[in-house]
């Protein structure tokens, strides 16, 4: 099991339950084992001044655009002519190995430790990568669990396997996340479809015998994915118990494509070559799209800027399985009508965030997704915000039963923010200093394992 840790902190956010003041969380064998008010050990490390979060959950990345210095095009751009930059973008990058490496590392000196990233690779790393991380002292992805080596403790529950505790040495800025990938599936046309049902079934297989990523797929969008492929996906997702995601409700322009076959997104179609009447049929909606996702294993719509009330109503029916992605820093790049998100939580819809890409996100800062969200839905209440970075993201993923709080039994992951001396005389002032000030994630733990160098050691405050 290794030695017993205690963390002491001047907060600690379970997210299952109020923040503790000057709280401690006891750790073993990679797991939490309390998480309490006074100390279980006779001497706990004090951490000082800062709040311990749950490790972050990003649920949407797209890795392989880290190399983008900024966004692409100019805020407000229409979604068909950012697709058009990214496609150039991606032609003058021949290889995207580095981009992704990189984008790990940031995640988890950012406090993500599962993440979720859509990958246009199968398998989505080659010996470079490994190599890389490998010379550096680490495995940097930890080795995750597939659905056939799931212990008894969690029969059939629908929910995405994580791997037990390991003992791992990790080097500073080595980058160390748990990893879902998702395979993009793209085919416009009839004669494309094949080969991607192809490259589906092989990242599922390598998926199984992978032991840093867990695999998942992702049918792009409406207006680059035939419905003959998302059936399929949705097939293989059932079939192979893995989880789907789907960029839907995203912009005005898919909604006309969906809604009349015309517009930007028919004459993008068009000056590619890969318009097809019959890809569009009259009866095709949104949500006719979400009762096709809700037959997968698991599904996150990523987005749903434009969501109605009758598909909020759908999502939080089958809230079970189904969730939506918000990415609040996108949505304001693309500046997008105001995001549904308080009727969604009505509705009873599960919300998890993401950063998306350095294509249209400055980083892949989740803290920074919550802070924009806090700004932009101030009647939310910020430990709501604070949750869908959290467990929200872990329920998105099926991975709730292990990860996202604080919680006895549960993966010891933890994002360790510091907070201005004073600054926190309540829980009240807490909130403002972690989603309306700049405090930055200090530290970064895993399975019980800090990620980079101690910044609270002596040697680190000489």
């Keep these: 099991m290794g030695p017993l840790v205690e963390l002491r902190a001047r907060y600690v956010l379970p997210m299952d339950g109020p923040p503790i003041e000057g709280g401690c969380v006891a750790m073993q064998g990679g797991r939490f084992v309390s998480v309490r008010a006074k100390p279980a050990t006779a001497d706990p490390m004090d951490l000082g001044n800062v709040a311990i979060l749950p490790g972050l959950v990003n649920a949407h990345a797209h890795l392989d655009l880290n190399d983008v210095p900024g966004p692409l095009g100019k805020p407000g ?138 695999p998942g797929l992702s049918p792009h969008a409406p207006y680059s994915v035939r419905l003959d492929l998302l059936i399929q996906a949705v097939a293989l997702s059932a079939e192979n118990h893995v989880p789907l995601a789907m960029h839907l409700a995203e912009s005005p322009e898919e909604l006309e494509l969906i809604k009349h076959r015309c517009g930007p997104f028919r004459e993008f179609l068009e000056r590619l070559g890969a318009w097809d009447d019959e890809a569009f049929p009259d009866r095709l909606t949104i949500l006719g799209y979400l009762q096709t996702l809700a037959g997968s294993h698991r599904a996150m719509v990523v987005h749903g800027n434009y969501l109605a009330d009758e598909e909020m109503a759908f999502l939080a029916k089958h809230a079970d399985r189904m969730a939506v992605v918000y990415c609040p820093r996108t949505h304001a790049f693309f500046d997008h009508d105001p995001y549904p998100l308080e009727k969604m939580l009505s509705a009873g819809v599960v919300v998890a965030l993401g950063t998306d890409s350095r294509a249209s996100s400055p980083d892949l800062s989740l803290l920074a997704e919550m802070r924009e969200a806090a700004r932009r839905h101030p009647s939310i209440a910020p430990e709501t915000i604070l949750r869908f970075g959290t467990l929200g993201g872990a329920t998105a993923l099926g991975m709730s039963h292990q990860l996202g709080s604080i919680t006895p039994g549960r993966e010891a992951d933890l994002a360790v923010v510091s907070l201005r001396h004073g600054a926190c005389r309540n829980a009240a002032d807490l909130y403002h200093e972690l989603l309306e000030g700049d405090a930055p994630v200090v530290a970064t733990w895993l399975r019980g394992r800090p990620l980079h160098e101690d910044p609270f050691s002596e040697k680190s405050n000489r």
């Design 77 to 214: 751009i229409g979604l068909v002519d950012w697709i058009g930059e990214v496609i150039r973008h991606r032609l003058s990058t021949p290889s995207t190995e580095q981009a992704v490496l990189d984008g790990l590392r940031e995640s988890s000196r950012l406090g993500t430790t599962t993440l979720a990233d859509i990958s246009q690779a199968a398998p989505p790393f080659n010996s470079t990568i490994s190599d890389d991380i490998g010379s550096q002292g680490a495995t940097g992805i930890l080795p995750v669990q597939c659905e056939s080596q799931q212990t008894p403790s969690v029969p059939s529950t629908g929910e995405t396997p994580v791997a037990p505790p390991v003992a791992l040495p990790v080097a500073a800025a080595v980058p160390c996340v748990r990893l879902v990938s998702y395979l993009e599936l793209i085919a416009p046309t009839l004669e494309r479809v094949e080969l991607q049902v192809e490259r589906a079934r092989s990242h599922i297989a390598a998926g199984r015998e992978a032991t840093s990523w867990l």
